[in-house]
C-alpha cells in the first residue's frame, strides 16, 4: 500500500514536472540566430543527461551484481540499459534536427556525436547479450559488459574539452549563460527528464520481475 502511494505520488509528481516544464520552454525568448529551433535544446540536453545517469545506474547495479549476485541489482541494471538507450537515441534525433538548422547537414563526424554514437551502440550490444544468453551466464555477461562500457560516459561528456569539436559547450566553469527565463526552461525541463526516467525505471523493473516469476512458474531457469 505505501509503495502504490509513494509510485503514484511520483507519477503525479512528474507529471507536474512535464507539463511545467512544456508551458516554461514555451514561454522562454527565441534565440536570436536560430529562432525558434533554438527551443530543440530544452529536449536535447536533458534527454542526452538522462541517458547518462541511467548508463550511470546500470553501472552500479552490474558492479554490485557481479560483487553480491543479487537479482535486484542485475533488474536495476538491465532495465535502466534500456531506458538509457531511449533517450540517447532522442538525444542523437534531436541533436541532429538541430544540426540541420545550425550546420546545414544533419551528421556530421564530430568527435561529440561519432562519441555519443558509439556509447548508444555499446549499450545496445549490452541488451543484445542479454537476449542470446540465458540464466547466470546472461546476468555475468552482461554485467561485465555494464561496467567496461561506462567508460564511455564521461568521455562523451570529456571530448569537446580534450579535442577540436564544433558541438557547441552548454557548460562551461562559469555555468550556464543563457537568458534567465531560458535558464528556468532549462532546470525545469531537466528535473521532469530526470522523474520520468525514474518513473520508467520503476515500471520496467517491476516488469522484469513479474517476467521472471512467469519464467520461473513456466520451469525455466528464472531469468
Not at 537515441?89 to 564530430?110: H, L, Q
Amino acid at each position: 500500500m505505501i509503495e502504490d502511494r509513494a509510485d503514484r505520488a511520483l507519477f503525479s509528481a512528474t507529471g507536474a514536472a512535464l507539463i511545467a516544464s512544456f508551458v516554461l520552454i514555451a514561454l522562454a525568448p527565441e534565440d536570436k540566430t536560430l529562432g525558434v529551433v533554438q527551443k530543440i535544446f530544452y529536449m536535447h540536453v536533458p534527454s542526452a543527461w538522462t541517458a547518462s545517469l541511467a548508463f550511470l545506474v546500470n553501472f552500479v547495479g552490474s558492479l554490485i551484481y557481479l560483487i553480491k549476485r543479487d537479482l535486484r541489482w542485475d533488474r536495476a541494471a538491465s532495465s535502466s540499459a534500456e531506458i538509457g538507450v531511449l533517450f540517447g537515441a532522442v538525444a542523437i534525433a534531436t541533436g541532429s534536427i538541430w544540426a540541420r538548422f545550425a550546420w546545414g547537414v544533419w551528421w556530421t563526424w564530430d568527435v561529440r556525436l561519432t562519441a555519443t554514437l558509439i556509447m548508444c551502440l555499446t549499450y545496445i550490444g549490452y541488451l543484445l547479450v542479454r537476449s542470446l544468453a540465458e540464466g547466470e551466464k546472461r546476468r555475468v555477461f552482461s554485467g561485465v559488459i555494464g561496467v567496461a562500457a561506462f567508460a564511455n560516459v564521461p568521455l562523451v561528456f570529456l571530448t569537446i574539452r580534450w579535442w577540436r569539436s564544433v558541438h557547441p559547450v552548454v557548460v562551461t566553469r562559469g555555468g550556464i549563460s543563457l537568458d534567465p527565463m531560458m535558464k528556468l526552461a532549462f532546470f525545469a525541463s531537466l528535473g521532469a527528464m530526470t522523474l520520468f526516467y525514474i518513473c520508467l525505471l520503476r515500471v520496467r523493473v517491476k516488469a522484469e520481475e513479474l517476467e521472471e516469476r512467469i519464467r520461473a512458474s513456466r520451469g525455466g531457469q528464472g531469468a
